[in-house]
């Protein structure tokens, strides 16, 4: 298990270590929010690399990842706990046919540790040998307000009360990412008791050096083709422009197709990598691919 990082620079390093480029900014909020035990709320686009700071951060802390994957309808059962209902009328007939009369005895055993099934939210608040885990709560904006209110008593005490057996509390916090593509609005009740980051699209230096950390193996030239051609046409009115995750996949693509530059046949007939909707796809491909190709062509030697 690795320390807390002790500063900015520290964080920095720690994120570079596992191949996330990250900007001053977003070390500087990652670092305060590690240091003063508060939730970190990132929103942005989706495939900015949101999602991926939590998982870096485990990986580099070596601490456990606990996922929260929120959804419409997201309740107490599937987020932090629910009982083993099986479990609990077999073990009544168990007592039953034992002869067992003792009703409180009965409903202490059937309201047990034993039949209680831990969610991600209360997991995250166990005791752990390699310390606190990194509890990722993954697109909040799916879920409704009500669920928002939920969460108020974990993100303010980092703990969960279970009527039947009393009050979980974390003897240390866990390090808790939010995510948020920003379908909606997310409440401010939620949105004080967390540090906040918008983390945007990369500029062009960035995104190569997060294209060379995450894929060594694509070729000097196509590389940089690959990110100015994808910084160009995030410049277009789209749908959906693409995402730091598209640039990746549409890289590993080209190298699996041989590719060391970009031609405009290459780059129609992958075109289905970088952008996700028919409409985006049809506007860019044909002459408006060239030309981009072409402008892309004449910045990048």
């Not at 990842?65 to 997201?74: A, K, M, P, V, W």
């Not at 039949?115 to 885990?133: C, F, N, Q, S, V």
Request: some cysteine; proline content about 4%; hydrophobic content about 45%.
């Amino acid at each position: 298990m690795a320390s807390l990082p002790q500063s900015i620079d520290s964080t920095l390093a720690l994120l570079n270590s596992g191949h996330y480029v990250a900007d001053r900014a977003l070390a500087t909020v990652a670092f305060l929010a590690m240091k003063m035990g508060r939730p970190l709320f990132l929103e942005g686009e989706a495939g900015v690399g949101k999602t991926e700071i939590a998982k870096v951060l485990a990986a580099t802390l070596g601490r456990k990842l606990i996922r929260l994957q929120c959804y419409e309808g997201l309740d107490v059962s599937s987020a932090v706990y629910e009982w083993n209902y099986a479990g609990q009328m077999m073990a009544i007939r168990l007592a039953e046919a034992a002869g067992e009369t003792d009703r409180d005895r009965l409903g202490a055993d059937v309201f047990s540790e034993k039949h209680l099934i831990k969610r991600p939210l209360l997991k995250a608040l166990e005791p752990d040998t390699a310390g606190a885990p990194v509890l990722l709560i993954d697109e909040l904006d799916r879920t409704d307000e009500a669920f928002e209110a939920f969460l108020l008593e974990i993100l303010s005490d980092f703990q969960v009360t279970v009527p039947e057996l009393g009050t979980f509390k974390a003897p240390e916090p866990p390090i808790v990412i939010i995510t948020s593509n920003r379908t909606r609005e997310i409440h401010d009740a939620l949105k004080r008791r967390c540090l906040y980051h918008w983390v945007d699209y990369p500029d062009q230096a960035r995104e190569l050096a997060i294209l060379k950390a995450r894929h060594a193996d694509t070729p000097a030239r196509l590389a940089k083709q690959v990110v100015a051609y994808v910084q160009a046409i995030r410049k277009e009115e789209l749908f959906k422009a693409p995402g730091v995750a598209e640039t990746l996949d549409w890289a590993s693509a080209l190298v699996e197709l041989d590719a060391v530059a970009l031609d405009p046949v290459l780059v129609n007939d992958t075109l289905g990598v970088l952008l996700k909707y028919q409409d985006d796809i049809a506007k860019v491909q044909g002459s408006k691919a060239k030309e981009l190709l072409d402008r892309v062509k004449a910045e990048v030697r």
